[in-house]
């Protein structure tokens, strides 16, 4: 079975400090993880993936197969970085996206 | 390309009615998902579709719900009768059947049942 854990509902964070936004997976196979953002108004997409292994907005996740956690870092939060965001896993071989319950960044001015 | 497209954008109902909620994919693509999102639970898997084709089910809640893809341009989610509970936003989504290939999302429909 595929699971994703974001343990944070709600995180607010100071202009220009470091984010990190938590995510965990359950999976037995190799998975294949993403960050998906939704800003106030617009629809979900796609942020970063980590086969990509590139920095998008300045966010990086690394996958740590040890404890399986796909954290999104940034190292200097930005007031256009508030906005919803989502771990996804998909299975190897197959297409069927699970996504964690999501948390909701807002960074204080 | 327009995206994905939804409709309607805001549904409001009476607890009792059929709601039926629609979605045009990005043209070319042959997957197609529906999701629910709730601020409890997140984003749901409820169903999805490969080449019109219904892969898995498995998280469609409760036989009141029903979804159908007539074409690879249009398919439709309905609830009947609908339920106070099943109040949230309705996501659409496609994509390119391929390994590891990202969802193209929709604008989402609100629904509303009172």
């Known amino acids: 079975a595929q699971r994703v854990t974001q343990p944070e509902k709600l995180l607010s964070v100071f202009k220009g400090a470091p984010v990190e936004l938590k995510c965990n997976y359950s999976?037995?196979?190799?998975?294949?993880l993403f960050w998906y953002v939704q800003y106030s108004r617009q629809r979900l997409q796609l942020l970063l993936r980590?086969?990509s292994r590139e920095s998008i907005k300045g966010f990086t996740a690394d996958l740590n197969k040890g404890e399986t956690s796909f954290h999104l870092k940034k190292p200097f939060a930005q007031e256009e970085d508030s906005a919803m965001y989502y771990c996804?896993?998909?299975?190897?071989?197959?297409?069927?996206?699970?996504f964690g319950t999501g948390t909701r960044l807002t960074i204080i001015p | 390309d327009a995206g994905v497209i939804q409709s309607p954008r805001h549904e409001v109902t009476e607890m009792g009615q059929e709601v039926t909620l629609r979605c045009k994919p990005i043209?070319?693509?042959?997957?197609l998902f529906w999701y629910r999102q709730t601020m409890m639970r997140g984003l749901e898997l409820l169903i999805y579709?490969?080449?019109?084709?219904?892969?898995?089910d498995s998280g469609m809640p409760e036989d009141r719900f029903s979804a159908k893809m007539p074409n690879a341009s249009f398919s439709t989610l309905k609830i009947q009768p609908s339920e106070p509970r099943d109040s949230a936003v309705y996501f659409c989504?496609?994509?390119?059947?391929?390994?590891?290939?990202?969802?193209?999302f929709g604008n989402g429909t609100r629904l509303t049942v009172t």
């Open positions: 043209s070319g693509h042959n997957s």
């Open positions: 996804a896993l998909m299975g190897f071989g197959n297409e069927k996206l699970t």
């Open positions: 989504a496609s994509s390119d059947f391929g390994l590891n290939s990202p969802l193209h």
């Open positions: 980590h086969i």
């Open positions: 999976y037995s196979g190799s998975p294949e």
């Open positions: 579709f490969n080449n019109n084709v219904p892969i898995d």
